[in-house]
């Protein structure tokens, strides 16, 4: 049976156009995998729907499950599991509590936590955030999201409000990107960023996303690398910010963006440097992170794991 005597958790990555999922074991291997389409507009009942059956085909995959992790793009209140505030992404989750559902439906503990928080712990535990004590994980997709990690624990704010690093204000005079933030990175640097500029400098040419940009900028075309250079200097100039304030020993960079490789993380890396002062034990590394897509899947793992005492962790496999 996969997963031979250690324990096995389901960590549920869940995004605005997917859920992806997987029975992962505790040293963050993917084990089974499953994908749910889902759409903004999708009823909760459907939602759920989808996603039992999914979870139903892992379990009979791999057996007997320890735990669930659950990240979701919102901000979830980790007493009850509910989102608080909005989910512009999937606003049927705010219908109810997925870590009480699943919980109760699978008859094992489960959590639910911010996806970018949810991915910091992935790349902590089994990626690039291994050899450090204080990093920051940046996750580059339709918004930026990341978390920090100090003294080797993730730090997010009270009651699990998870940090916003894309409403960093990065130039203020930007009335044109004025919401909800004034000039702030996620409006500048995501990779919705890089699509709506390189539209803006190139109208007359289909762009149906930020790879397509990053593949035109290897290809060496003048509006895409001007529109990469420009992106790579934001997010360097808030790592920068970051690494004053916060002596950070590395920059982890994740999301859909960060497939782009050594190309773009090359870039922000130079431009970083220009933003610290130069003091031993800066600039911080800047590094792309090492569990890729499955990022927010392993994490969520990593979550559910967290919820066993070390005994079982150990011993809940038979």
Partial sequence: MPGGDKAVAIGIDIGGTAIKLG???QD????????????REIPFQDFLAGLHAAVDDLVHQVGKIAAIGIGVPGVPDPATGRLRGRCPALPSLMEG???????QRYDVPAKVRNDAVGATYGEMRHGAGRPFQRFAVFTLGTGIGGALVIDGKVIDGPDGLSPQFGCMS?????????NPVPGMLENLASASAVVRR????????????????????????KIALQVIDETAKWLGQAIGIMSNILNIEAAIIGG??????????????????????????????????????DAGMIGA???????LPLDQQATERS
Wanted: charged share 20%; with cysteine.
């Fill in 256 to 293: 859909g963006l960060s497939l782009a490789g050594p190309f773009l993380i090359d870039q922000i890396a130079h431009y970083t440097y220009g933003f610290v002062l130069p003091l031993p034990g800066r600039p911080p590394k800047i590094l792309q992170a090492e569990t890729g897509n």
């Fill in 198 to 221: 390189y539209r803006a400098l190139n109208p007359a040419v289909e762009t149906p996303d930020a790879k397509t940009v990053c593949d035109r900028a290897k290809a060496g075309e």
């Fill in 301 to 307: 793992s990593v979550l559910a794991f967290d919820l």
């Fill in 97 to 103: 509590s997925l870590s009480d559902i699943l919980g």
């Fill in 23 to 25: 029975a992962v074991d």
């Fill in 28 to 39: 963050g291997k993917v084990l089974a995998r499953g994908q749910v389409p889902v759409y």
């Fill in 170 to 178: 990065m130039d203020p005079a930007r009335t044109d990107i004025a």
